[in-house]
């Protein structure tokens, strides 16, 4: 399985960008999947994940309100709609899949070691 993620860029602060994942497996409209981000010098954090069903949908505190995640299983694809941006959301995003549909609890979907695969980072940069 191979996820390819995109849309990144230079945005103005209160802009909006919309990434994408691409999955070169069918298999993966039935997985679990997940967007995490790596500011410099910073550690990997979670920002959104939803069930393969897309009945459960988990948020950062920090992206609430703001990003929202969501995919289209016919198309394999995962996106992340990104409003409101600000400056310390600058940050490389990469996207990941778990071999499951769903999560046991909240905690396990933020969980970067529950994920089996993972796509290149799309960069992100948002100018104040």
């Known amino acids: 399985v191979q996820l390819q993620a995109s849309g990144g860029g230079l945005v103005q602060a209160g802009g909006s960008l919309r990434l994408s994942c691409a999955a070169s497996d069918r298999i993966v409209s039935f997985y679990g999947m997940g967007w995490f981000r790596q500011a410099p010098g910073k550690e990997r954090e979670f920002v959104a994940a939803?069930?393969?069903?897309?009945?459960?949908?988990y948020y950062a505190d920090s992206v609430k309100g703001r990003f929202t995640i969501s995919r289209d299983n016919v198309k394999r694809t995962l996106f992340l709609q990104m409003n409101s941006l600000k400056p310390e959301d600058t940050a490389a995003y990469y996207c990941?899949?778990?071999?499951?549909?769903?999560?046991?609890?909240?905690?396990?979907?933020?969980?970067?070691?529950?994920?089996?695969?993972w796509g290149q980072g799309t960069l992100v940069t948002v100018s104040s």
């Open positions: 990941a899949a778990v071999r499951r549909g769903y999560w046991s609890n909240d905690y396990e979907a933020t969980r970067q070691s529950e994920y089996n695969y």
């Open positions: 939803i069930t393969w069903t897309a009945s459960k949908i």
